[in-house]
Structures are given as C-alpha cells and as structure tokens.
Nanobody, 116 residues
Framework: QAQFVESGGALVQPGDSLTLSCAVS????????IGWFRQAPGKEREEVSC????????DVADSLKGRFTISRDNAKSMGYLQMTDLKPEDTAVYYC?????????WGKGTLVTVSL
C-alpha cells in the first residue's frame, strides 16, 4: 500500500517562485535518498536535485544552482523542491524519487508550466 505523491505544480509567470511537495505513505522515508527529476516535452528525463538520507548532503544540477534547492522533513515524511526565478525552459512534469539500495519509488508527476 505504498504511496508516493507529488503536488504543487501550477501555471506561473517567468520570475515567479514555486515549491513542490512529495508526500510519502506506506514506507519509511528516513532511510531513502530523495531526488527530483523533470521531463519536458520531447526531452529525456533529467535530474534536478537530490538529497542524501545519511548526512543530508545536497546536489543541484549546475544549470539550476542558485535558483532551485531541495529539502526534506523526515518527521512529516515529506520532500520539497523550492524553485525561484522560474523560466519558460523550466516547463516540465516534475517527478519525485526515493532510492534505497538500488530500489526506486516514483511518483506520477506534477506539471509546472512557466509562460506569459
């Protein structure tokens, strides 16, 4: 009965900020690394950011550093992606991932559209 659900996607304007959330039930998130990925139309899925389960170390894609960051709240079994200064090229379906020892859980995605 594991569930893994993203939320927070919206239609926004360039320069806006937005926070995406990933809610977990049915398994313990504490022991999993969390990653955010995105897939734009006609493009391959790409890694946006990830956070370790062990020490909380954070990686952000080079092109997104300074605009995007990742966080987690293990007590709430939640993961977050904070996005600022959004650009049209950020338009994509955003997916949350949890990984432990090579086993991945994926959400179904949430759509972010950045447009005038």
């Amino acid at each position: 009965q594991a569930q893994f659900v993203e939320s927070g996607g919206a239609l926004v304007q360039p320069g806006d900020s937005l926070t995406l959330s990933c809610a977990v039930s049915g398994f313990t998130l504490n022991y999993y690394a969390i990653g955010w990925f995105r897939q734009a139309p006609g493009k391959e899925r790409e890694e946006v950011s990830c956070i370790s389960s062990i020490d909380g170390s954070i990686d952000v894609a080079d092109s997104l550093k300074g605009r995007f960051t990742i966080s987690r709240d293990n007590a709430k079994s939640m993961g977050y992606l904070q996005m600022t200064d959004l650009k049209p090229e950020d338009t994509a379906v955003y997916y949350c991932n949890a990984r432990r020892r090579g086993i991945d859980y994926w959400g179904k995605g949430t759509l972010v559209t950045v447009s005038l």
